[in-house]
């Protein structure tokens, strides 16, 4: 059985940090195309942190230089740091963990979500 967790979130105010946790089980996942993404209320979901290759990561515009993606999937854990927060971080943050299913080709899981609220 797959399972793909979040945890972290929650209140944080403006300039403030947070950490958010992924733990993920139950398959061959692999680390490029595993990362963070975000849903804010009435907009689309969209990529914050991910990983295009081992060691190389991609961040959204708006958060470059303020979030850090991290850990191993691979392994069950991947990170997002999130520093220096503004009201515009506040969505539902969501882990993807990619993995490779019995057919050879990848396979996205997601987690159910961890709120990130930031108050001014």
């Known amino acids: 059985q797959v399972q793909v967790v979040e945890s972290g979130g929650g209140l944080v105010q403006a300039g403030g940090s947070l950490r958010l946790s992924c733990t993920a089980s139950g398959a061959d996942f692999m680390l490029a195309g595993s990362g963070w993404f975000r849903q804010a209320p009435g907009k689309q979901r969209e990529a914050v942190a991910t990983f295009t290759s081992v060691g190389s990561r991609n961040y959204a515009a708006s958060v470059q230089g303020r979030f850090t993606i991290s850990g191993d999937i691979v392994k069950g854990t991947m990170f997002l740091q999130l520093n220096n927060v503004q009201s515009e971080d506040t969505a539902v943050y969501y882990c993807?963990?990619?993995?490779?299913?019995?057919?050879?080709?990848?396979?996205?899981?997601w987690g159910q979500g961890t709120q990130v609220t930031v108050s001014s």
């Open positions: 993807k963990a990619r993995a490779w299913t019995t057919t050879g080709r990848p396979y996205d899981f």
